[in-house]
């Protein structure tokens, strides 16, 4: 698959994602979690050896196979779904970062599944997202994610392994000289759009391709972000959205694979920031289950957009963390239904408890679930006074 000097860049790059994304600089001694699907294998020891180097104290973690997801969610009772063993609460509280490798051996062995009992066994895990989160708002924690190309991946995104395996090279810049320098220049040059988003006083956001005409409000205290380091490759520039002032519909014309169920066509209909209607060419008992996994499931917690100028990714590839970068022609806008990134508060990030995410509309859920708009499309700001102003069209910011 990967000669050993790309796994060795694979993993450099991905020591630059997290330590970008740790606002404190690590230091030997540190924990990191290394999770890892089996088929990854060859990444993480290349990731391991990389961390020894660094100083710091690598906890690798097999994640569980897809014939062991398939007993867990098939055949567990509620109890097993939901158990949490003694001592993971503290564990997790004791992290310093976490890597995660993606390499799916199957993207549809859950489909015959209830989702509600998927639902359920990430429901009792949630508070592990929020210690972390509250750990990475102290400085104290950062993360970053990889996929690693499987037969699985590179058929359901209709490939061949050496296309989809060269997505991926180029997408990371595994054939540059330096990945981690031209990492570099591409957050360089996200902070020049950051920063012009940021110093603009937007009253609401109008999406309009062919089907979707969708308004966002990012709400009071926002704050764009984007090419962090939490993901590898990441191009979007996002934020997380007052989900009370969503109202329209938003369309999802690439597919999307979820907890081994297909999707495609996916369109939702927002009323005072709820979606009141699903509807999906496949799949839609799937999203309208997903949708109502919790209070939260059917609200907006996260809208991007993506340059077709900073992304190399040019293909369908069947996994998330690629679909939601995708540059192509047109670029890309998603949304994710469910959890808000608490990091998009432009305040103190220690002030942010639950009162004050709730005031502001931050959303609070269990999912978050990217959907994935490739058509051509215009964003139009309004800003506070009614002045409008085109900040996104035919792919490209509209920045200085």
């Known amino acids: 698959m990967f000669t050993s000097d790309e796994l060795k860049k694979y993993a450099e790059t991905l020591w630059w994602g997290l330590s970008t994304a740790r606002t404190k600089p690590y230091e030997p001694g540190d924990f990191v979690l290394l999770r890892f699907d089996p088929d990854a294998l060859p990444l993480a020891e290349a990731m391991f050896d990389l961390l020894m180097e660094k100083g710091i104290n690598p906890i690798p973690r097999q994640n569980l196979s897809a014939n062991m997801e398939l007993s867990f969610y098939g055949k567990g009772s509620e109890g097993q779904l939901t158990a949490i063993p003694s ?4 564990f997790i509280g004791g992290l310093n970062g976490l890597i995660s490798l993606i390499a799916p051996a199957s993207l549809t062995h859950l489909q015959d599944i209830d989702s509600k009992r998927i639902g359920q066994a990430a429901v009792a895990r949630k508070f592990m997202r929020d210690i972390m989160e509250k750990r990475e708002q102290s400085g104290d924690f950062g993360w970053t994610l990889c996929i690693y190309p499987t037969q699985a991946l590179a058929e359901a995104a209709k490939l061949s392994m050496a296309d989809f395996k060269a997505q991926v090279v180029k997408a990371c810049y595994l054939d540059d000289d330096n990945p981690p320098a031209r990492w570099n220049d591409i957050f360089k040059e996200a902070e020049k759009v950051k920063s012009w988003l940021n110093k603009l006083s937007i009253e609401h956001l109008r999406i309009q391709s062919k089907d979707t005409d969708l308004i966002v409000v990012p709400g009071e205290q926002r704050r764009w972000l984007g090419v962090s380091g939490h993901n590898i490759p ?3 520039i996002f934020l997380s959205p007052d989900w009370r002032g969503t109202e329209g519909v938003y369309y999802a014309d690439q597919p999307s694979f979820r907890s081994g169920n297909f999707v495609e066509g996916v369109r939702l209909t927002f009323e005072k920031g709820v979606a009141v209607k699903t509807e999906a060419k496949t799949g839609g008992d799937f999203v309208a289950k997903q949708l109502t996994l919790d209070e939260g499931a059917n609200r907006l917690g ?3 957009l993506t340059d077709r100028r900073f992304s190399k990714i040019n293909a369908f590839m069947a996994n ?9 022609p047109q670029g890309n806008c998603h949304v994710a239904v469910g959890a808000s990134y608490a990091d998009t508060f432009s305040g103190d990030q220690s002030t942010l408890d639950e ?5 502001l509309g931050f959303n609070d859920s269990a999912l978050h ?3 994935v708009n490739t058509q051509q499309k215009t964003v139009t700001a309004t800003l506070k006074g009614g002045k409008e102003l085109v900040i996104y069209t035919d792919g490209e910011f509209q920045y200085e």
Do not use: I, M
């Not at 001592?87 to 503290?90: H, K, S, T, Y």
């Open 302 to 304: 996260e809208f991007s």
């Open 234 to 236: 990441s191009f979007e």
């Open 355 to 359: 009162g004050l995410k709730k005031k």
């Open 320 to 328: 998330t963390l690629f679909d939601e970068n995708f540059g192509g």
């Open 87 to 90: 001592g993971d609460r503290e």
């Open 369 to 371: 679930w990217d959907l």
